[in-house]
């Protein structure tokens, strides 16, 4: 076994961040400067973070879709949110503006893990773009999790994320936490309280793909430093859920 020391401001870290009305980012995610890349060679205006622009990429061309599908708006500084948050407000108004844009700091974008999509049009909606549930959109929708992308902000699910239905709006969450939330039809909010149930000293989550066993846990932020015992050669992921605590992701072969 080895010993692995979790640092308590890593909590505002990791790709399963929580960000919302009740978790906005805060003053400690800015010790994590992400790393970001253009989502494409023709689109290098849009940024996401590496891991997440890298795995979109795959994802769009496993079904042939870089012609069909746009990237319309990735990573966003805050002074970007707030200026769209204001603009919307001029335009739109108030009841459209907090039902599709959220305020600055309350971003998913601001993390450089969501990206909103769009079917290729001559002319395209940047709050509201087109992604539909058929055709190429479909297929995009049928692999995401597989790659580690969830639809954030499903129908039926806005009294709890706080947003309306918005079909266009992927997040990165990264795999076996998609698959997980697809199966069990898991919005973010209600997969962060879900896998609390699978804590560090008890009961893990596991996960049988071919010969692989991924297993998923918990562990609360209640120590500055907080050491956990992890086998020797299995890799594992660490992510902080930007609320209270780790999300740990165990590959054992």
Same mark, same amino acid.
């Given at each position: 076994?080895?010993?692995? #020391?979790?640092?308590?401001?890593? &909590?505002?870290?990791?790709?399963?961040?929580?960000?919302?009305?009740?978790?906005?980012?805060?003053?400690?995610?800015?010790? +994590?400067?992400?790393?970001?890349?253009? &989502?494409?060679?023709? /689109?290098?205006d849009?940024?996401?973070? *590496?891991?997440? *622009?890298?795995?979109?990429?795959?994802?769009?061309?496993? #079904?042939?879709?870089?012609?069909?599908?746009?990237? %319309?708006?990735?990573?966003?500084?805050?002074?970007?949110?707030?200026?769209?948050?204001?603009?919307?407000?001029?335009?739109?108004?108030?009841?459209?503006?907090? /039902?599709y844009v959220?305020?600055?700091?309350?971003?998913?974008?601001?993390?450089?893990?969501? %990206?909103?999509?769009?079917?290729?049009?001559?002319?395209?909606?940047?709050?509201?773009?087109?992604? #539909?549930?058929?055709? %190429? !959109?479909?297929?995009?929708?049928?692999?995401?999790?597989?790659?580690?992308?969830?639809?954030?902000?499903?129908?039926?699910?806005?009294?709890?994320?706080? #947003?309306? +239905?918005?079909?266009? +709006?992927?997040?990165?969450?990264?795999?076996?936490? *998609?698959?997980?939330?697809?199966?069990?039809?898991? !919005?973010l909010?209600?997969?962060?309280?879900?896998?609390? *149930?699978?804590?560090?000293?008890?009961?893990h989550? +596991?996960?049988?793909?071919?010969?692989?066993?991924?297993? &998923?846990?918990? &562990?609360?932020?209640?120590?500055?430093?907080?050491?956990?015992?992890?086998?020797?050669?299995?890799?594992?992921?660490?992510?902080?859920?930007?609320?209270?605590?780790?999300?740990?992701?165990?590959?054992?072969?």
């Amino acid at each position: 076994m080895r010993t692995v #020391i979790l640092d308590k401001t890593e &909590v505002y870290k990791g790709h399963l961040l929580l960000v919302n009305q009740e978790h906005p980012l805060r003053e400690h995610n800015t010790y +994590h400067p992400i790393r970001l890349v253009p &989502v494409n060679l023709e /689109q290098k205006d849009i940024l996401l973070e *590496a891991t997440t *622009a890298t795995l979109l990429s795959q994802l769009l061309q496993s #079904i042939g879709g870089n012609n069909e599908i746009i990237p %319309i708006s990735g990573y966003r500084t805050r002074q970007e949110q707030e200026k769209i948050f204001n603009d919307s407000l001029l335009e739109n108004g108030s009841t459209f503006t907090k /039902q599709y844009v959220a305020l600055p700091d309350q971003s998913e974008h601001q993390t450089g893990l969501a %990206i909103d999509l769009g079917k290729y049009s001559e002319e395209i909606d940047f709050l509201r773009p087109e992604f #539909i549930y058929t055709g %190429i !959109c479909g297929e995009f929708r049928k692999k995401a999790a597989k790659y580690g992308f969830v639809e954030r902000y499903g129908k039926g699910k806005e009294t709890i994320t706080g #947003i309306s +239905h918005e079909p266009w +709006h992927f997040r990165y969450v990264g795999y076996p936490h *998609a698959q997980i939330m697809q199966d069990n039809r898991l !919005c973010l909010e209600e997969y962060i309280a879900y896998i609390k *149930a699978y804590p560090y000293e008890g009961k893990h989550l +596991h996960i049988k793909e071919n010969t692989k066993d991924i297993e &998923v846990f918990y &562990v609360s932020a209640d120590l500055d430093k907080m050491p956990i015992e992890l086998p020797e050669n299995d890799s594992y992921q660490v992510s902080g859920n930007n609320v209270d605590g780790f999300i740990i992701t165990l590959w054992r072969w």
